[in-house]
């Protein structure tokens, strides 16, 4: 079986590595040249653990190849993957644009039975606008060709992509055809170990799927957001809360961790594109839009803390910030909520001193050159004369910091953990002022 991927962004160039690292033909296919020819000599353009040895691996061993042109390689493959970026439009619902372009030049270049199957994230009732792009082509050149559409989202986690593709929970797919359905079956049989299900269903309720996990995963966190809020208020400790809610099965203990919110290219996205979806067929999507508001909140309590501290007096403080990164293990920083604590701290007069293991050319080539930031080269050295230290994205390499070499640096010896990780009590103990989500101190 030959398999084509277009689009070399996250999903593609993951799904595409980790398709040709079980053994299949895979070609991956984009227009950007530049990054096919990069891939082409193993640099990649994403940081992802694991990622680039594999590339490496499959395209010299010949499994994985790389080209810009899709209508050469059409009629090469049984199924095309297409995982092309769909960008948030300014009313957040997504842009179609690309992948559509996509079954048009399928369309126009098919001349046997092809599978395509759309991976991107995209509204309910695209792989049928997919399809009837397809025929409408067919259709221009007079030819009968069967062909059919399918939905299988990706549910992978950046930082922990490749894991992820090759042990998942669960694939999602929908078909609309017992042939369509055989043909992804035998596509994902590597990968039927330890109780791995492949979940069939009709193609909208695979298209919702995707929308609806990641509705449900920012919903948690928002709520407990939220919930932290009140326990501040209240004299409860969130992490306990945490704990004793999580023990019930019927919740669960993932994805309940109280933080300075929720970032990436996903969650921020697809709430906002569901939303648009539900009041397009006029259904009034509350909850998400709370979901959205409390987060857009969130990323606004570290400064509020460390303004209470200060008295609302931060000009020329100097405050460290530890991780950059909307999470750990990328150097995604889109939506991240260090980009809206750095505006707010360069707007109220602070000196920045920055610092993340792996997204400092992201994040200077976002921030850009200001004088009053600075990029260090070490954690260390961001904590130098600072009158704070603002822990926002929970790396490993912050947990265990030399708190009595921390405390010789800082100039005010103030700990805002924005992610929870410290001991209050240590800290406490060795005379630091310490400040957390969700636990009044
Ligand atoms: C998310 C989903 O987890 C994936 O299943 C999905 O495939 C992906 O979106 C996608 O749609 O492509 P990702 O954005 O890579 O994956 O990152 P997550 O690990 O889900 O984290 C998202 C954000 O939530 C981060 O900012 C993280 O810090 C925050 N978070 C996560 C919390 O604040 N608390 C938690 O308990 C968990």
């Not at 297409?82 to 079954?103: I, M, R």
Request: proline residues 3%; contains cysteine.
């Amino acid at each position: 079986m030959k398999t084509a991927i277009v689009g070399t962004g996250y999903v593609g160039l993951v799904t595409g590595t980790c398709f040709a690292e079980m053994g299949l033909n895979v070609v991956c296919v984009d227009i950007d040249k530049n990054k096919i020819d990069k891939l082409k000599d193993g640099i990649i353009p994403i940081y992802e653990p694991g990622l680039e040895e594999l590339v490496k691996k499959n395209y010299s061993d010949g499994r994985l190849s790389f080209t810009t042109d899709l209508a050469s390689c059409i009629n090469d493959v049984d199924i095309i993957f297409s995982a092309v970026g769909t960008p948030p439009d300014e009313d957040g619902s997504a842009d179609l644009k690309y992948v559509l372009d996509v079954a048009r030049t399928i369309g126009k270049n098919m001349t046997r039975y092809v599978l395509v199957v759309t991976k991107s994230t995209v509204p309910v009732g695209t792989a049928a606008l997919v399809r009837s792009t397809i025929q409408k082509e067919l259709d221009k050149r007079g030819l009968e060709i069967e062909f059919d559409v399918a939905s299988n989202p990706e549910f992978l986690k950046e930082g922990n992509a490749v894991n992820d593709f090759m042990h998942p929970d669960r694939v999602v797919v929908g078909v609309e055809s017992e042939k369509a359905k055989k043909l992804l079956s035998k596509l994902y049989k590597p990968f039927m170990i330890n109780n791995f299900r492949i979940i069939f269903m009709d193609v909208p309720s695979a298209e919702m799927t995707k929308y609806a996990a990641n509705a449900m995963l920012a919903t948690r966190i928002s709520f407990m957001n939220n919930i932290a809020s009140l326990c501040e208020a209240v004299g409860a400790d969130i992490n306990m809360v945490r704990a004793g809610i999580g023990s019930d099965t019927r919740i669960g203990k993932s994805f309940l961790y109280a933080g300075c919110g929720y970032g990436g290219s996903c969650f921020p996205k697809d709430v906002k594109a569901l939303i648009k979806t539900a009041s397009e067929h006029h259904v009034d999507l509350e909850i998400l839009k709370a979901v959205e508001k409390v987060n857009a909140e969130q990323k606004k309590i570290l400064f509020r803390k460390l303004s209470d501290y200060y008295h609302g007096d931060l000009a020329g403080k100097t405050v460290g910030v530890w991780g950059l990164s909307f999470k750990p293990e990328t150097d995604d920083m889109r939506e991240a909520p260090s980009l809206v604590l750095i505006h707010s701290l360069l707007q109220a007069g602070c000196k920045v001193k920055a610092y993340d293991p792996i997204a400092m050319n992201e994040a200077h080539r976002i921030l850009g050159n200001h004088e009053a930031i600075v990029f260090t080269d070490d954690m260390y050295d961001a904590v130098l004369d600072s009158d704070a230290l603002l822990l926002v994205t929970e790396w490993k390499q912050f947990r265990l910091p030399s708190w009595s070499v921390m405390k010789k640096l800082m100039r005010t010896p103030y700990i805002l953990d924005g992610r929870n990780i410290y001991d209050a009590d240590e800290l406490t103990q060795m005379g630091f002022v310490y400040e957390c989500i969700g636990r009044a101190y």
